[in-house]
């Protein structure tokens, strides 16, 4: 159990298995065998998180990405930080991590759109790919600069170009100006494209397993998976393709830090 401080919380909660724990808890609500292949292997962080970096479709650039602002802006420094919609990764002991469902690895249950968190009480928030998981994530960046002290910062990566991905839900996608006018609040450090590549070959491993399952939709996972696993090398040509100027067009998605004004 991570040590937290509880002056930071403004609202009520119970402690169980070590979580700090503020809304009536739940699994996840799995709706297919891909999803529910998912939901377990998430159980097994080490593992999951190397499927994800390694074979899935997606670079990992927003990982590279929090790992440096971690080891730079966090890691044994007095700050709070956040691992906002953490699922069951874990990137240490410095971060707490916050989720809506009760993974071994989360420290603070609750809705992101309400969070239990005092106003100006938070130094730092890492949130990767999961505002398009959620209905409102105006309210989530809302309650984020609720919570963030005045020169806290905040990184975050939304996908553009990416195929439907439920975890269960999978609501929206976001452009390059829309991610702008989403942290509109903030001051915006940095916004970059990350895998223009990743993006195309997503879709491509998607649309090969579409139309070679004629419709079959156990075969169809099994395709997907069959695809995923033969190409995602090429994903890595993004080392060098992400930096390009048009790149934001096509990409993936998009990275911003932001600070709070």
């Known amino acids: 159990m991570k040590k937290i401080d509880s002056e930071i919380f403004k609202e009520e909660y119970q402690v169980k298995n070590g979580k700090y724990i503020f809304i009536p808890v739940h699994e996840e ?77 989360v420290d603070v249950i609750c809705d992101i759109e309400k969070l239990p968190f005092k106003d100006n009480s938070v130094d730092y928030i890492i ?33 553009f170009m990416q195929p439907f991905h439920a975890s269960p839900y999978d609501f929206q996608r976001f452009t390059y100006e829309g991610m702008k006018h989403q942290f509109k609040e903030f001051e915006i450090l940095n916004l970059k494209p990350v895998g223009p590549t990743s993006g195309m070959l997503w879709v491509v491993q998607e649309w090969f397993a579409l139309v070679f399952s004629f419709g079959i939709k156990p075969l169809h996972t099994f395709l997907y998976l069959l695809f995923m ?33």
């Open 229 to 261: 696993i033969l190409t995602f090398p090429i994903k890595f040509l993004d080392v060098i393709f992400q930096f390009y100027p048009m790149s934001k067009n096509v990409a993936s998605g998009f990275s911003i830090e932001c600070i709070k004004k």
């Open 29 to 105: 609500i799995v709706t297919d065998f891909l999803d529910k292949f998912k939901y377990k292997i998430k159980k097994f962080n080490k593992v999951y998180s190397a499927l994800i970096e390694i074979i899935s479709p997606v670079y990992p650039q927003p990982f590279f990405d929090a790992k440096r602002i971690i080891r730079k802006e966090i890691k044994g420094k007095d700050v709070v930080a956040l691992n906002l919609g953490s699922g069951n990764s874990d990137f240490g002991d410095d971060l707490l991590n916050v989720d809506l469902l009760p993974y071994d690895n």
């Open 127 to 159: 949130n990767i790919a999961v505002l398009e998981h959620v209905p409102n994530p105006q309210k989530v960046i809302a309650e984020i600069h609720r919570v963030m002290k005045p020169g806290g910062k905040i990184y975050c990566f939304i996908p």
